[in-house]
Structure formats: structure tokens, C-alpha cells
């Protein structure tokens, strides 16, 4: 099965070309470090959305072009940026009493496992190497709504999606959209609720390679990315 599905699944960016088109005009939307920050480049046209970075940074765009870069503007993950008009900076204090005083309509984070009652696990495995949650634990609980965007399955196969999550947790019941490489699936009432899948995956392939079980409720649409 991780053969077939290695000749099938998005790409990262197919899935967070994915993931961009359900932004909202007007949203203000904090992008994690690393995956999640390929958004701001597949932000549909004719769509506003304002992006806050926790160093301090409101309005950026995507990614300068190689050699463009100016490393006095960088996001939280040490990464080049560039800045939309009417962007602002701010200080770090700032920046966190925005998150958590709900100012914030979307965090996209990646994840290591999301269980089917929303909890998340995203900063670490539980095997040392990260020191502590960081600005992850003010995010998921800061924001109105927390999207994740991740592989389906591990690189060992093996599902990322479960009944329970095994890793240390990043939030308690805060996910309620999980864009993955094979399915985009929601989180309601404390079950997965499949609502695109990829066409040439049969939803009992889907099924194996979920940790918990998948429900429907109505027609289930098809999964379908931008070739990149």
C-alpha cells in the first residue's frame, strides 16, 4: 500500500495549493514554521488575506526569489519574506497579545499526529531534540480555527491520524481541518468526517491507512490539486 500511495499522494505544495484556496477574503492567518508557510504563495487572486508571523510582522507576502532576500525581514521560522503594502512590524509582546487575545481567524499548523477528537501533537515526538511547545501552544488556542496540513502517513507508513494521539500534545480538541496527501478531512463532534479524497483511492484503501474511523455525511467530493 505506501508504494501505491507514494505514486498517487500530493506533494507538499499540492497541499498547501490546497489548503490556499479556502482561505477567506479579509482572514488574518498566522502560517506554522516550515510546510504551512508554502501557503502565502498559492493565496487565490482577487483574495485579501492579511498574514501575521510571531516575530512581529502583519501584512507579508510569499517567499522573495532566490537572491532577492532581505534577511532583516524574516518570519518566525527564520525564513525571507516580503512585505504586502500597509504592512506593519511590531514587538514580540505584541505580537503574542494578538494571538491570544483571539485576533486571529486561521492558524495553519503541520503535525506529527492529530487525533479524531481534534488534539494535536506537533512539537515533538517525545524522544528529546525540542526544548519546549513554543508559540504552537498560544496558536491553537488563540485562534478561532486551527487547520493542519501534513502527510497522511509517516515515512514509515504508518497513519498519522488516530483515535488517540501517542506524542505530546500541542492542544487539547483545537483542530478542526486536517488537509492531508491523500484527503481533506474535518473534525466534528469529536469523529473524522471525510470530505474530498483523492478519485483513484477507494475509501477503504483511505480507511487502512487511518487511525480512526472515517465518516461521511453526504456526498464525499474529489480531491483535486494544481500540477506543480
Not at 16 to 27: F, H, N, P, S
Not at 204 to 220: I, N
Request: charged content about 20%; glycine content about 12%.
Amino acid at each position: 500500500m505506501s508504494t501505491q500511495l507514494d505514486t498517487i499522494k500530493l506533494t507538499n505544495a499540492q497541499i498547501a495549493w490546497r489548503a490556499a484556496q479556502d482561505l477567506e477574503d479579509g482572514a488574518y492567518v498566522n502560517l506554522g514554521i516550515g510546510f504551512p508557510e508554502m501557503i502565502a504563495t498559492f493565496q487565490p487572486e482577487g483574495r485579501d488575506v492579511v498574514y501575521h508571523t510571531e516575530n512581529g510582522v502583519l501584512g507579508f507576502g510569499e517567499a522573495p526569489a532566490a537572491g532577492e532576500e532581505d534577511w532583516d525581514l524574516i518570519n518566525a521560522g527564520k525564513k525571507a519574506i516580503t512585505l504586502k503594502p500597509g504592512a506593519a512590524f511590531f514587538h514580540h509582546a505584541d505580537s503574542f497579545s494578538m494571538v491570544r487575545g483571539g485576533h486571529l481567524d486561521l492558524a495553519v499548523l503541520g503535525a506529527y499526529q492529530v487525533a479524531e477528537n481534534g488534539d494535536l501533537a506537533n512539537w515533538s515526538t517525545g524522544k528529546g531534540g525540542v526544548p519546549a511547545v513554543g508559540g504552537a501552544m498560544d496558536l491553537v488556542h488563540g485562534a478561532k480555527r486551527v487547520a493542519v496540513v501534513t502527510d497522511h502517513v509517516t515515512k514509515k507508513g504508518e497513519p498519522k491520524l488516530l483515535k488517540r494521539c501517542t506524542m505530546p500534545l500541542t492542544g487539547v480538541g483545537c483542530v478542526t481541518r486536517v488537509y492531508t496527501s491523500l484527503a481533506v478531512i474535518d473534525i466534528e463532534e469529536g469523529h473524522f468526517v471525510l470530505r474530498e479524497k483523492l478519485e483513484a483511492l477507494s475509501f477503504d484503501d483511505l480507511q487502512a491507512v487511518t487511525g480512526a474511523e472515517l465518516k461521511t455525511k453526504g456526498d464525499v467530493g474529489v480531491l483535486v490539486a494544481k500540477v506543480l
